[in-house]
């Protein structure tokens, strides 16, 4: 099994940066997602690491530590439109061999003036 | 980028009754497409993955009689809740991804109120 741990709120000013952390437990584990998701929405693909090290993509960057379990997304250059659900997600291999992707509870960020 | 889309967006029904759900990807093929659902601030819970041309494979406690899944055709998936239960009204998503990439493209949600 899987067990993903994120914070469940922030609160972030606009024009900050904010790192928004992940940590897992998983015995196959095969590449790590973020997604984010306005209230209402379906997530939308952010970032997917599977070596060590950071991803930059824009004002997003991604960081995966596998020996640690651990991950987190930096957002940087706060924007209001930013405040969203920040989904934390995990994909690995099970003993049959089956890719299966399980989602951590998220993160709700608030993004304030 | 790839395009998933559901239908309906969004549907009230009585107890008791079938609900069918739609996920299509639009302008790809998609060889697997995953079923979540997702309660009110709650994050998303895989109900089961589907292969074209395949059984659903099902996450455990997830009936498999209650909630059907065909996988017909490589552009579309459909989910049909049975019997339907005020417990069972949910947000439910969809996700399409096409053999040898690992990204997950999502469609936009159905959103299901049991009365």
């Known amino acids: 099994g899987q067990n993903i741990d994120q914070p469940t709120e922030m609160t972030a000013t606009e024009g900050a940066i904010v790192q928004i952390n992940c940590t897992y437990q998983t015995s196959g584990f095969n590449g790590l997602f973020w997604y984010q998701q306005h209230a209402g929405e379906a997530p939308t693909f952010l970032s997917y690491?599977?070596?060590?090290g950071l991803e930059e993509k824009g004002r997003f960057s991604s960081f995966l530590s596998r020996s640690k379990g651990y991950s987190y997304l930096l957002l940087k250059e706060l924007q209001m439109k930013d405040s969203a659900s920040y989904l934390c997600?995990?994909?690995?291999?099970?003993?049959?061999?089956?890719?299966?992707?399980?989602f951590g509870t998220g993160t709700k960020l608030q993004v304030i003036p | 980028g790839a395009v998933v889309s559901q239908h309906p967006s969004w549907v009230i029904c009585k107890s008791g009754t079938s609900v069918k759900i739609e996920c299509r990807s639009l302008?790809?093929?998609?060889?697997?497409m995953f079923w979540y659902r997702q309660f009110p601030k709650q994050s998303l819970m895989l109900m089961a993955t589907s292969n074209e041309g395949s059984k659903a494979t099902y996450e455990q406690g997830v009936e498999k009689d209650k909630f059907l899944i065909n996988h017909a055709s490589l552009t579309l998936s459909t989910l049909t809740v049975t019997s339907a239960h005020p417990e069972d009204s949910s947000f439910y998503i969809c996700s399409a991804r096409w053999s040898r990439t690992y990204e997950q493209y999502f469609g936009p949600g159905t959103r299901l109120t049991v009365t």
């Open positions: 302008d790809f093929q998609a060889t697997t």
């Open positions: 690491n599977v070596l060590d």
């Open positions: 997600a995990v994909r690995d291999l099970n003993s049959g061999g089956y890719q299966k992707v399980t």
